[in-house]
């Protein structure tokens, strides 16, 4: 069974504070996904990676893939309240038919 | 905007009762997931369908089945509900069977059963 390991479970920060979440696997995806979800709402998609060493940016949020393609982290510089979720990170496993498998997610809070 | 919609918010049931949880979406996207949410455990899929009548097994199906005799809608039964099916269910839908395609997902069913 493919897993996706996210780390820290629970975060919780002050405002302007830089973070860093990880999510690692044992096993290689073709492309991996994160995906935000706000209190009473479906996770909403932040961003694909597709290649090994990709590196994308979303305004304060920079994204990577691992250069294996195993793992990926998402980075916030300078966090605000509003950056306040779930963070969920999912890998498409090859030949899966687009199914996904999910970390178990990083609930982080920002404090102002 | 992809819209995906969701029978209830909230939904109380006692257990052994038949439970049907209904899912729309309105983009004539090919593939459907039901994933439930538990804190720590991120989402599990339950069934995914990637056509009308066609289903597959996700990673936690026991005590689950699912319906889809739409495209644009893919239902979920829980034929005996039990105490340990309380939990948020997801419903989402994508384009095509590529994996890098976006799940969107519908707001969320939060079921517990008494």
């Known amino acids: 069974t493919q897993l996706l390991e996210q780390s820290p479970q629970f975060l919780s920060i002050q405002e302007g504070e830089n973070l860093t979440v990880y999510c690692n696997s044992s096993s290689v995806f073709s492309s991996l996904q994160w995906y935000r979800q706000e209190p009473g709402e479906g996770p909403v998609l932040l961003v694909t990676?597709?290649?090994?060493?990709e590196v994308k940016k979303l305004k304060r949020l920079t994204f990577q893939f691992g250069d294996a393609r195993k793992d990926s982290s998402l980075h916030i510089t300078a966090a605000q309240p509003g950056d306040t979720g779930l963070y969920l990170c999912a890998g498409d496993p090859y030949n899966q038919g687009g199914k996904l498998i999910f970390g178990q997610g990083t609930e982080l809070s920002v404090k102002p | 905007d992809v819209k995906v919609t969701q029978s209830s918010r909230y939904l109380v049931k006692r257990t052994g009762e038949k439970v049907f949880l209904e899912c729309v979406q309105d983009m004539d996207h090919e593939n459907m997931f039901w994933y439930r949410q538990d804190p720590g455990l991120g989402l599990r899929l339950i069934y995914f369908s990637y056509d009308v009548k066609m289903k597959e097994k996700g990673d936690i199906p026991e005590g689950y089945s699912v319906s889809r005799e739409k495209k644009e809608r893919f239902s979920l039964i829980l034929e005996s509900a039990s105490t340990n099916q309380t939990s948020m269910y997801l419903c989402a839908s994508s384009f095509s069977r590529g994996g890098t395609d976006t799940q969107y997902f519908g707001p969320g069913t939060r079921l517990t059963v008494l």
């Open positions: 990676v597709v290649t090994g060493g």
